[in-house]
């Protein structure tokens, strides 16, 4: 049996104890945002945080993870969270969907670490989206990470509604 908070919720598994976080998460307790990709680690579908950094959830027996604090897609709270899911609305980053709850919880304990990530910093994530929403991603985390009181341009005047840029974007580092 291993016991661990989930989401802000004491949870109990009764599975074997090398069962990948994934399953436990997706078949015992019913939350389903994390995503089978390629049971490799190699995608970041699976992306959960754990203890306040990002992991991939297909690779984390549930045997090591006793006493966790583990959040899902379905239990991101807080301003980083808040703060990029609308900007990921704005940004109109959605395609398929299917890598976005694994991004969106990477770049939110990013996000959450560092208010304010570079270039190499977003890189060096290495979540996998096969239908090239890439460039959504940077416009959304450069949102998200703009300080409180400062104004960005209209979403209208950057975007068209295939979320093709109207102008440069400044860099994250600006």
Do not use: H
């Amino acid at each position: 049996m291993t016991r661990m908070t989930v989401n802000g919720e004491p949870l109990e598994f009764r599975l074997d104890p090398q069962t990948p976080l994934l399953w436990a998460l997706r078949d015992a307790a019913n939350l389903t945002g994390a995503k089978y990709g390629c049971d490799g680690g190699a995608c970041g579908a699976c992306t959960v945080i754990v203890d306040g950094s990002a992991a991939l959830s297909c690779a984390l027996p549930i045997a090591g993870l006793e006493g966790a604090e583990i959040v899902t897609i379905e239990g991101l709270t807080g301003q980083a969270g808040t703060a990029l899911r609308e900007a990921w609305e704005a940004e109109q980053v959605s395609q398929c969907g299917y890598c976005e709850p694994g991004m969106i919880v990477a770049l939110t304990a990013l996000l959450q670490s560092n208010p304010r990530p570079t270039e190499p910093e977003l890189e060096a994530i290495g979540n996998i989206c096969r239908c090239g929403i890439g460039p959504r991603v940077l416009r959304a985390m450069r949102r998200a990470s703009v300080p409180a009181g400062v104004r960005r341009a209209s979403a209208q005047s950057e975007r068209f509604s295939n979320g093709s840029s109207a102008a440069e974007q400044p860099s994250l580092s600006d």
